[in-house]
């Protein structure tokens, strides 16, 4: 039971919803039914897709996670090495054939934006790619693993790609994505170059940093204030992550653990956000 506890702590559970909503938000918005695709991609994306994300980056950032202090809860778990190989296995074991299915209920699109979305999954943790330690493709890497979900819906169902309202999303979400993974990076910033492992925050530093996710949480609002009434109201959800970071402008590498207080805030702020924009989407369902 204790391995099993220590499995599950691994994928993360408060961080499920992250991947599996914007997958099943998409879809229900684009086809409004419920189908054997819809329930099997968001169970997937639910756990097996966390499973196997948090699984692989706790088992090869181990000895870096016993450095950094914020480990060990639910920002990360820290695998005694005897259970590394059973994660990996139940990582893969439990999304095999939820991949399988998928792919074989998808079409050429969907089946590349899925088998891209697992790559990106490991090149982001695993030795001889590790995307984790590469400045700026680390953002771009992790911004992939919550926004390929929605892409996915969008491409299995046969929706145009190209439409105004798809580039429009894909480009906030990404934004925002690579906000979130920028200012998450700020806080480690001391325990990672003590680990000798780079990130974007080591790179251009903590206060740098911070003021690029200030951006591109800015930049993110913006886009999504375009979509129009009332997919616009979504934007508003921007002002509370501005907030959350106003004061941590003038961070330095030295004061850099305070970034966690914010990033903190940053996980509950979440649940409203997809609060907000499960109730524009219901707005949407129900009209005519």
């Known amino acids: 039971m204790k391995s099993l506890s220590m499995v599950l702590k691994s994928s993360r559970p408060v961080s499920w919803i992250n ?4 997958f099943a938000a ?3 918005m684009i086809t409004r039914q419920i189908d054997l695709t819809l329930v099997l991609g968001t169970v997937f994306f639910l756990i097996p897709y966390n499973l ?6 706790d088992v090869f950032d181990y000895e870096s996670d016993l450095r950094n202090a914020r480990k060990g809860g639910i920002e990360g778990a820290i695998l005694p090495k005897e259970l590394h190989k059973t994660v990996i296995w139940a990582g893969v074991i439990s999304a095999a054939p939820f991949v399988v299915a998928l792919l074989a209920l998808g079409n050429l699109l969907s089946s590349t934006v899925l088998i891209f979305s697992l790559f990106t999954v490991v090149a982001y943790s695993v030795k001889g790619l590790r995307f984790k330690e590469r400045p700026f493709l680390d953002s771009v890497t992790s911004a992939t693993h919550f926004v390929l979900p929605m892409v996915f819906a969008f491409a299995v169902t046969g929706s145009h790609l190209q439409s105004k ?5 894909t480009v906030a979400f990404m934004l925002w994505a690579m906000a979130s993974h920028a200012f998450g990076a700020v806080q480690d910033v001391k325990a990672d170059r003590e680990g000798g492992i780079s990130s974007i925050a080591t790179y251009f530093g903590a206060r740098a940093t911070t003021r690029s996710a200030f951006v591109m949480y800015l930049a993110s ?3 999504l204030f375009t979509l129009g009434w009332p997919n616009n109201l979504v934007s ?14 003038w961070i330095t590498d ?3 653990e305070k970034a966690n207080v914010g990033w903190r805030k940053f996980i509950w702020l979440n649940f409203l956000a997809g609060f907000i924009v499960t109730m524009v989407l219901i707005y949407n369902l129900l009209k005519p």
Not at 19 to 22: D, L, R
Request: hydrophobic residues 50%; contains cysteine; proline residues 5%.
């Open 254 to 256: 030295e004061t850099c």
């Open 165 to 169: 309202t798809f580039v429009t999303v």
């Open 26 to 28: 998409a879809y229900l």
């Open 221 to 223: 609002g913006i886009y």
């Open 19 to 22: 991947t599996a909503y914007p």
């Open 236 to 249: 508003a959800v921007n002002v509370g992550y501005l907030a959350i970071l106003f004061p941590h402008l």
């Open 52 to 57: 196997l994300m948090y699984g692989i980056n």
